[in-house]
């Protein structure tokens, strides 16, 4: 069965630190990874997945097959990045997500 | 761009009552879920629907039953609520396709008293 891991519940930084929100997960075949944010009392939205390898609002997230991870990343934190990360992954041949249990980003300033 | 329109944002209920969750979308997406949101727990996946009157059940569809009898509507019914039903609900659309993102509705926070 297919399975996401976010270990941290909170991760504090203060603006301008580094971020690393980690995302591990369980599974044997080819993975679509995304990454949503939830800001407050805002809908959740699609922040980033695998296959664009783009970079939205700073963040980037590499995939890393070796070890099953899909950490977000991003330089220089900014007091606006506060908010819910949540990394999801879709089985090849499915429409379904499934999430992690979310890390919740905080950025003091 | 995408919309998806959860009918309440707030709704109270009391303990055996039978409630209806609905949830529309305007972009023809052959998929729809229903996911419930607690602390702690992330999103946890009670139904999804990849069709006009078919329905999967996700990981949690116990007490939960699902409808779509249309395209673009997809209802969440809790047969007899309970407490522990007490949650945020989030309904979703997804096209059918490799790296297709969902798209969430705003909620309702079900609260069961």
């Known amino acids: 069965a297919q399975r996401v891991t976010q270990p941290e519940k909170l991760l504090s930084v203060f603006k301008g630190a580094p971020v690393e929100l980690k995302c591990n997960y369980s599974?044997?075949?080819?993975?679509?990874l995304f990454w949503y944010v939830q800001y407050s009392r805002q809908r959740l939205q699609l922040l980033l997945r695998?296959?664009s390898r783009e970079s939205i609002k700073g963040f980037t997230a590499d995939l890393n097959k070796g070890e099953t991870s899909f950490h977000l990343k991003k330089p220089f934190a900014q007091e606006e990045d506060s908010a819910m990360y949540y990394c999801?992954?879709?089985?090849?041949?499915?429409?379904?997500?499934?999430f992690g249990t979310g890390t919740r980003l905080q950025v003091f300033p | 761009d995408v919309k998806v329109t959860q009918s309440s944002r707030y709704l109270v209920k009391r303990t055996g009552e039978k409630v209806f969750l609905e949830c529309v979308q305007d972009?023809?997406?052959?998929?729809m879920f229903w996911y419930r949101q607690d602390p702690g727990l992330g999103l946890r996946l009670i139904y999804f629907?990849?069709?006009?009157?078919?329905?999967e059940k996700g990981d949690i569809p116990e007490g939960y039953s699902v409808s779509r009898e249309k395209k673009e509507r997809f209802s969440l019914i809790l047969e007899s609520a309970s407490t522990n039903q007490t949650s945020m609900y989030l309904c979703?659309?997804?096209?059918?396709?490799?790296?297709?993102?969902?798209?969430f509705g705003n909620g309702t926070r079900l609260t069961v008293t």
């Open positions: 979703a659309s997804r096209l059918t396709g490799y790296n297709s993102p969902l798209h």
């Open positions: 599974y044997s075949g080819s993975p679509e």
């Open positions: 695998h296959i």
């Open positions: 999801a992954l879709s089985a090849l041949g499915t429409d379904k997500l499934i």
């Open positions: 972009m023809d997406h052959e998929n």
């Open positions: 629907s990849y069709d006009v009157k078919m329905k």
